[in-house]
């Protein structure tokens, strides 16, 4: 029903900037809350932003002072643009679309895009 993509990956400098795009597809997705999670290779998945139809954003206290995330409405989809990075960003980045009244156990989940942050 819902259909996530995400691009814009890769391996950067620490330091570095990358922007991650997340394309949804699907039933009524102006409504839902979008957003980015991560996963670090021996780490649990965390959050990374979301932001709802509104344009209210929550993002994690570690990296709030280097990501922000945006979203258009009209092409349902959802932007994470991340600078100064840190080789600790490095993980598989996950872009997630709910329902303001679900879990993210009833959610729906992109197959992820590697970001690299090395040397």
């Known amino acids: 029903q819902v259909q996530l993509v995400e691009s814009g990956g890769g391996l950067v400098q620490p330091g570095g900037s990358l922007r991650l795009s997340c394309a949804a597809s699907?039933?009524?997705?102006?409504?839902?809350?979008l957003g980015w999670y991560r996963q670090a290779p021996g780490k649990q998945r965390e959050l990374v932003a979301t932001?709802?139809?509104?344009?209210?954003?929550n993002v994690a206290d570690n990296v709030e002072d280097r990501v922000s995330i945006s979203r258009d409405n009209a092409k349902n989809t959802v932007d994470l643009q991340m600078s100064s990075l840190k080789p600790e960003d490095t993980a598989v980045y996950y872009c997630?679309?709910?329902?303001?009244?679900?879990?993210?156990?009833?959610?729906?989940w992109g197959q992820g895009t590697q970001v690299t942050v090395s040397s």
């Open positions: 932001i709802t139809s509104g344009g209210r954003t």
């Open positions: 997630n679309a709910r329902r303001p009244t679900a879990g993210l156990s009833s959610s729906y």
């Open positions: 699907g039933s009524i997705l102006s409504v839902y809350i």
